[in-house]
T-cell receptor, first 109, second 114 residues
Framework: GENVEQHPSTLSVQEGDSAVIKCTYS??????FPWYKQELGKRPQLIID?????GEKKDQRIAVTLNKTAKHFSLHITETQPEDSAVYFC????????FGTGTSLTVIP | KAGVTQTPRYLIKTRGQQVTLSCSPI?????VSWYQQTPGQGLQFLFE???????NKGNFPGRFSGRQFSNSRSEMNVSTLELGDSALYLC?????????????FGPGTRLTVT
């Protein structure tokens, strides 16, 4: 089956700096790659997603890039704010969703 | 539209008991997936239901089962509870079947097995 690895597991940045979270996957049949944000005690919220026929997608301060050849995709958050502090999960899916183990992002004011 | 709802939000059970969790998807969504979330294992896929049929199943023992009703509401059952079943159980709904469509999560049911 699919194997999704996510790095780093924890990330601290200063407010205003950028944050990058990287994921790799193993199954070339995976074709949909969502990112979820989970604040403490809350449900995971879909923040951005990308499909295998697209290399990059941007939504305001958030962007995702996908390299199908290398089988990796990344989440980029620019101009980070304290409210960006949360756990972020990547996922890869073809027939079912496989999630990374999460990155705990802390934005220091 | 109302979001995905799950009941109950918290449960405490003892080893050997069984438990049933409920999930109501977003109106119009026909696909419901279940996940187990633990600090060590992250989000693990349990199963997906679409139009009352199980489409896909993760790598969990047969003690974990589910079903979906004609109104798309889904239930998950865990029998003969073990301490390791303590986790947050999340369901997610999607408008279409399969894993290439946006999923929206419910708030989860926190199950504690003592």
């Amino acid at each position: 089956g699919e194997n999704v690895e996510q790095h780093p597991s924890t990330l601290s940045v200063q407010e205003g700096d950028s944050a990058v979270i990287k994921c790799t996957y193993s199954d070339s049949a995976s074709n949909y790659f969502p990112w979820y944000k989970q604040e403490l005690g809350k449900r995971p919220q879909l923040i951005i997603d990308i499909r295998s026929n697209v290399g990059e997608k941007k939504d305001q301060r958030i962007a995702v890039t996908l390299n199908k050849t290398a089988k990796h995709f990344s989440l980029h958050i620019t101009e980070t704010q304290p409210e960006d502090s949360a756990v972020y999960f990547c996922a890869a899916s073809g027939n079912q969703f496989y999630f990374g183990t999460g990155t705990s992002l802390t934005v220091i004011p | 539209k109302a979001g995905v709802t799950q009941t109950p939000r918290y449960l405490i059970k003892t080893r050997g008991q069984q438990v049933t969790l409920s999930c109501s998807p977003i109106s119009g969504h026909r696909s419901v997936s279940w996940y187990q979330q633990t600090p060590g294992q992250g989000l693990q896929f349990l199963f997906e239901y679409f139009s009352e049929t199980q489409r896909n199943k993760g790598n969990f023992p047969g003690r974990f089962s589910g079903r979906q009703f004609s109104n798309s509401r889904s239930e998950m059952n865990v029998s003969t509870l073990e301490l390791g079943d303590s986790a947050l159980y999340l369901c997610a709904s999607s408008s279409l079947a399969g894993a290439s469509y946006e999923q929206y999560f419910g708030p989860g049911t926190r199950l504690t097995v003592t």
